[in-house]
């Protein structure tokens, strides 16, 4: 399973601009703000994105969004870490690298060489963790996910039961406060006028709740 050198900034899952509050905020129903790197939701994302960030992504060709994901590891956090990573520039390093002119040997270069950004390309990462993640670091990570697109069996209520999926853990948002959240929340459009006002009032509740 990849190992993943990546340059970006963490995006936390909770919070006044958080994964699970964008989420709900812009009606990606079918979204699992828990674990974004699920192929699905890297796909409503990025669409959303494309609509909601249209000036910083143009500019950010190569941008991803990734997991940290140890399938061994069975500590309460383990499902859903606290974050999750967008990133600029991604060098995923195969499981069992040996080869020495192979990823695993350009690590230390990428550090050594900056991000290898454009200076329009760093304006707009920079701008980009500002809108959703302000005070977070920008760099390189190392990430390890040891299970990409996390499969799991389809459910005895499937409308096809031998259709199967990938995993889509509940959000928070979606399992505890969905029913409370004003009608806005869903019914709003996402105009720049509209969006903070949506914003504050989806935070009030959530953390009145």
């Known amino acids: ?5 990546l340059h970006g900034f963490r995006w936390p899952r909770d919070g006044f601009t958080g994964i699970r509050v964008y989420v ?7 979204a699992a703000a828990e674990y974004i790197q699920q192929p699905l939701t890297t796909e409503l994302l990025t669409e959303s994105f494309h609509k909601t960030q249209t000036d910083l992504v143009s500019r950010l060709p190569q941008l991803r ?17 606290d974050h999750a990573y967008v990133a600029s520039k991604v060098l995923t390093i195969p499981d069992g690298e040996s080869d020495a002119s192979g990823p695993g040997a350009n690590i230390q270069d990428c550090v050594e060489q900056g991000s290898g ?36 069996p389809p459910s005895e209520d499937s409308e096809d039961e031998d259709a199967g999926g990938f995993y889509d853990e509940e959000s ?3 399992d505890n406060d ?5 009608s806005e929340a869903a ?3 996402a105009t720049p006028q509209s969006y903070t006002a949506r914003l504050t009032r989806l935070w009030n509740r959530m953390s009145s709740s």
């Open 187 to 189: 019914t709003e459009p």
């Open 117 to 152: 950004l454009s200076q329009d390309e760093e304006a707009a990462l920079e701008e980009l963790r500002d809108r959703l993640a302000p005070g977070e670091k920008i760099g390189w990570f190392i990430v390890y996910n040891g299970d990409p697109d996390r499969w799991y």
């Open 24 to 30: 709900v905020l812009h009606n990606l129903e079918e």
């Open 1 to 5: 399973m990849p190992v993943y050198m």
């Open 172 to 174: 928070y948002v979606d």
């Open 65 to 81: 969004f990734i997991e940290q994901y140890d399938p061994y590891d069975e500590t309460s956090n383990t499902v859903s870490q």
């Open 178 to 182: 969905n029913k409370s959240l004003p």
